[in-house]
C-alpha cells in the first residue's frame, strides 16, 4: 500500500492539515478528487467556502454509494523530505463512515507520482524514474 503525506488546504488558504493519504489506483475520477472523513472537513471549515451536493458512484466492486461533494474546495500539496509538488485543485468527497484520507487517480496523476513496487509501496515522481526510490509513509 502507497502511503504519501499531503498538506489540505482550504482553497482561500485560511484552514490547512498535513495527513498521510492512501494512494488508490482504483478511485478513478474524470477530475482530482480526495476522500475526506468528517472531522478533516470539518476541521476546515468546508461549508464557509463550498456548497455541498449528493451524489453517487459506482465502485469497482459494482456497488452503488452515496456520498457528498464540496467541488474544486481544496488545494492538495504532495509533501516529501525534499520536495512540495502542488497546489492541485480538487474535489472534496466524504463517504458516511470513511476513515481514511484517499487520492484518485487524475490528483496521483497531476502530482505525477509513479508506484514502482505494489508490495512495498516503492514510488518516485515521474521525473525520477530510474534515479531514485522513495518510500511509503
Avoid at 107 to 125: K, P, S, T
Wanted: proline share 2%; aromatic share 8%; glycine share 8%.
Amino acid at each position: 500500500m502507497l502511503r504519501l503525506k499531503v498538506r489540505i488546504r482550504r482553497v482561500d488558504s485560511k484552514f490547512s492539515q498535513d495527513l498521510i493519504a492512501i494512494a488508490n489506483s482504483g478511485f478513478v475520477g474524470l477530475k482530482p478528487e480526495i476522500v475526506l472523513p468528517q472531522n478533516v472537513i470539518n476541521g476546515l471549515k468546508l461549508n464557509e467556502v463550498a456548497e455541498s451536493r449528493v451524489s453517487r458512484k459506482i465502485t469497482g466492486d459494482g456497488r452503488e454509494i452515496q456520498f457528498v461533494r464540496f467541488e474544486d474546495s481544496v488545494k492538495v500539496y504532495l509533501i516529501t523530505e525534499d520536495r512540495v509538488e502542488g497546489p492541485v485543485i480538487a474535489d472534496v468527497i466524504t463517504i458516511h463512515g470513511a476513515r481514511y484520507v484517499l487520492l484518485n487517480d487524475k490528483l496521483l496523476g497531476a502530482f505525477r507520482v509513479v508506484l514502482l513496487d505494489f508490495a512495498e509501496g516503492v514510488w518516485c515522481f515521474r521525473d525520477e524514474l530510474g534515479k531514485k526510490e522513495r518510500r511509503s509513509y
